[in-house]
């Protein structure tokens, strides 16, 4: 079994940065890609940003030059900075976890999700 868990949503001004984070647990698995996505009510999740075990990292567009994703994998941690905060980033964000049983297939986990608000 694996467990999600998420911190560091918060109510931030515009401009503002907030650090959200997810740690992996349980055992007999191994880690492979990790990400956040987020919701807003009335549509549908997106991908904000990904990062594969090598390192390699996927951004949507909405948040490129704005938002850092960084992983541990010693830990199993995925960490998402989020800089430049805006009110269209305002959503609540669930981290997101593929992994492979080392007896059985693989799946992929969800968080129990995080509230960022961005208002004055």
């Known amino acids: 079994q694996v467990q999600l868990v998420e911190s560091g949503g918060d109510l931030v001004q515009p401009g503002g940065s907030l650090r959200l984070s997810c740690a992996a647990s349980?055992?007999?698995?191994?880690?492979?890609?990790m990400g956040w996505y987020r919701q807003t009510p009335g549509k549908e999740r997106e991908l904000v940003a990904a990062i594969i075990i090598g390192g390699r990292t996927v951004y949507a567009d909405s948040v490129k030059g704005r938002f850092t994703i960084s992983r541990d994998n010693a830990k199993n941690t995925v960490s998402l900075q989020m800089n430049s905060l805006n009110v269209e980033d305002t959503a609540v964000y669930y981290c997101?976890?593929?992994?492979?049983?080392?007896?059985?297939?693989?799946?992929?986990?969800w968080g129990q999700g995080t509230q960022v608000t961005v208002s004055s």
């Open positions: 349980g055992s007999g698995f191994s880690v492979n890609t």
């Open positions: 997101c976890v593929d992994v492979a049983f080392y007896v059985a297939s693989g799946g992929r986990y």
